[in-house]
């Protein structure tokens, strides 16, 4: 009995579907071990994870700190805004963008935006951002994100 058990499991993994996936989900892990143990920090396991929206909301969440910006609100601009520039980016709604940096951020469409203290807004050729003083201040920013994002 056991030896027909064997022969069943050895003959469906070498039909081509299943060898692949055997291939491709059971043995590449003993190719990928040692890959992953050069990398065994809870921080970078975070980046090869979650890629490159991680990476840049981590990275917003340093430059943050770096201009000592006292509980941050961030506003952000709409997708269009980005396209315009040619940026092909996208920022995560603000739970993921949380979720990520712990940093809150707000939209051009949502009920808090005029308590953001500061933004993303393009100056020359680059994303930087603007720390903004009041509610006029951001009354400026959203139009700039409106005129510039049609």
């Not at 081509?16 to 970078?44: C, G, K, T, V």
Request: hydrophobic share 40%; net charge positive; with cysteine.
């Amino acid at each position: 009995m056991l030896a027909a058990g064997i022969l069943v499991i050895t003959i469906y993994f070498k039909l081509d579907f299943y060898n692949s996936w055997m291939d491709e989900r059971i043995l590449a892990f003993n190719e990928e071990i040692y890959d992953h143990m050069d990398r065994m920090s809870y921080e970078e396991r975070k980046k090869i994870r979650w890629g490159g929206i991680y990476t840049a909301t981590t990275g917003i969440r340093e430059h943050i700190k770096s201009l000592k910006i006292k509980d941050p609100l961030i506003l952000l601009p709409p997708p269009s805004y980005y396209q315009r520039f040619g940026q092909s980016i996208s920022i995560p709604e603000p739970v993921v963008f949380y979720y990520y940096s712990g940093l809150k951020t707000t939209t051009v469409d949502s009920k808090d935006k005029y308590k953001a203290n500061c933004c993303i807004i393009f100056e020359g050729k680059n994303f930087v951002f603007e720390k903004l003083k009041d509610s006029a201040d951001v009354a400026r920013v959203l139009n700039i994100y409106k005129s510039i994002a049609k």
